[in-house]
Antibody, heavy 125, light 110 residues
């Protein structure tokens, strides 16, 4: 069974750094892209970016480029989302999801499944 | 930046049929955008309903169907049930690895 299990809720102060994780199992970690999605309180889903753990190729939404860093550790089949200096506006639920429909450099589809359970990040002074 | 548009809200009667759409602020949606659809209920992670325009994800009831209608992607629910009351999001692929979510549609079944 393919599973994505995310790290627990975090409460941080503005200016602090943070790295949340998405541990995967049940499939070849290096063969699928992993994506991150933000959901601010009461708002919709926002696509942040993806990483291909096989070669660490990373793509970011223009809205999130430079604001976060996506990384992966092949040795433990885990993807990460990190901030160097959190802001109150980073308060949100963050989801990881496996991207489907692509192999190597070609895509015949583009969807996200399954999803992690989400990590709630609260940034408050 | 391209905006993906969805109806903010929609209402359907139990047993009725509703079609939610997913468009672009500029241009038409085609199968090349690989539209996918997700259902999210409060407090839960999204669930994949439809991918590659019209393929139902495993375990999704056949009352959910996807298509291209005119210049938009569409999600049709035929015979709506009370537990279909959820938020629905589409995703379009913009190329170069970039995807964009629509703003979501809040569906009420009453």
């Amino acid at each position: 069974e393919v599973q994505l299990v995310q790290s627990g809720a975090e409460v941080k102060k503005p200016g602090e750094s943070l790295k949340i994780s998405c541990k995967t199992s049940g499939y070849s970690f290096t063969s699928y892209w992993i994506g991150w999605v933000r959901q601010m309180p009461g708002k919709g889903l926002e696509w942040m970016g993806i990483i291909y753990p096989g070669d660490s190729d990373t793509r970011y939404s223009p809205s999130f480029q430079g604001q976060v860093t996506i990384s992966a550790d092949k040795s433990i089949s885990t993807a990460y989302l990190q901030w160097s200096s959190l802001k109150a506006s980073d308060t949100a639920m963050y989801y990881c999801a496996r991207r489907r429909g692509c192999s190597g450099g070609s895509c015949w589809g583009n969807w996200f499944d399954p999803w992690g359970q989400g990590t709630l990040v609260t940034v408050s002074s | 930046q391209t905006v993906v548009t969805q109806e903010p809200s929609f209402s359907v009667s139990p047993g009725g049929t509703v079609t939610l759409t997913c468009g672009l602020s500029s241009g038409s949606v085609s199968t090349s955008y690989h539209p996918s659809w997700y259902q999210q209920t409060p407090g839960q992670a999204p669930r994949t309903l439809i991918y590659s325009t019209n393929t139902r994800s495993s375990g999704v009831p056949d009352r959910f169907s996807g298509s291209i209608l005119g210049n938009k992607a569409a999600l049709t629910i035929t015979g709506a049930q009370a537990d279909d009351e959820s938020d629905y999001y589409c995703v379009l692929y913009m190329g170069s690895g970039i995807s964009v979510f629509g703003g979501g549609t809040k569906l009420t079944v009453l």
